[in-house]
T-cell receptor, first 115, second 118 residues
């Protein structure tokens, strides 16, 4: 157990629907990162939050949004889902914004299947 | 933008033997961090080893070591005394230095699938 908790583990939904993925970071970690892993795109960085504020944005679609709450858990919202959104979505956390070889600890991922 | 290249989609090694996984990267930054992550069939991403670019000494973690060649922008992973549990997808990853605005995000390579044979 890495200490980063992601729910749900698996999710099957239909095109056009909206889903929310949830992440609880490791105790004490202030930064949360979202990654998408798909067969054709590999591991793609989506977005990072630090202590409730957005810090970095990657290849995140406009249909996707995220936030980090005061208790530091984060949610990734995916809307108007398309078949190509089927992927494994990882959440990772780290202690500080940018300190040394600040290591990211990953959760087990949420597997999203869009039918 | 930084890119990370892993040119070996698949590698095989006999149990107890040594294998080296290749990784090259492209960057104009002089200070950065490099990582190897392992993804077994469980899909969990597990940190294997990390290297700070300002350190000349190659990092070592038990049976895992790296060969970091900064001038060549090469960062290979050597696994000694390979075990069945080492079978996994291995990802090389790059992180920019702390003072840049890019946060702590990692840029990953496409991965190398390692098979360990009896």
């Amino acid at each position: 157990d890495s200490g980063v908790t992601q729910t749900p583990k698996h999710l099957i939904t239909a095109t056009g629907q909206r889903v929310t993925l949830r992440c609880s970071p490791r105790s004490g970690d202030l930064s949360v990162y979202w990654y998408q892993q798909s067969l054709d795109q590999g591991l793609q960085f989506l977005i990072q939050y630090y202590n409730g504020e957005e810090r970095a944005k990657g290849n995140i679609l406009e249909r996707f949004s995220a936030q980090q709450f005061p208790d530091l858990h984060s949610e990734l919202n995916l809307s108007s889902l398309e078949l190509g959104d089927s992927a494994l979505y990882f959440c990772a956390s780290s202690l500080l914004q940018g300190s040394g070889a600040n290591v990211l600890t990953f959760g087990a991922g949420s597997r999203l299947t869009v039918l | 933008a930084q890119t990370v290249t892993q040119s070996q989609p698949e590698m095989s090694v006999q149990e107890a033997e040594t294998v080296t996984l290749s990784c090259t990267y492209d960057t104009s930054e002089s200070d950065y961090y490099l990582f190897w992550y392992k993804q077994p069939p469980s899909r969990q991403m597990i940190l294997v080893i990390r290297q700070e670019a300002y350190k000349q000494q190659n990092a070592t973690e038990n049976r895992f070591s790296v060969n970091f060649q900064k001038a060549a922008k090469s960062f290979s992973l050597k696994i000694s005394d390979s075990q069945l549990g080492d079978a996994a997808m291995y990802f090389c990853a790059y992180r920019s230095p702390n003072h840049t605005g890019g946060g702590n995000k990692l840029t990953f390579g496409t991965g190398t699938q390692l098979k360990v044979e009896l």
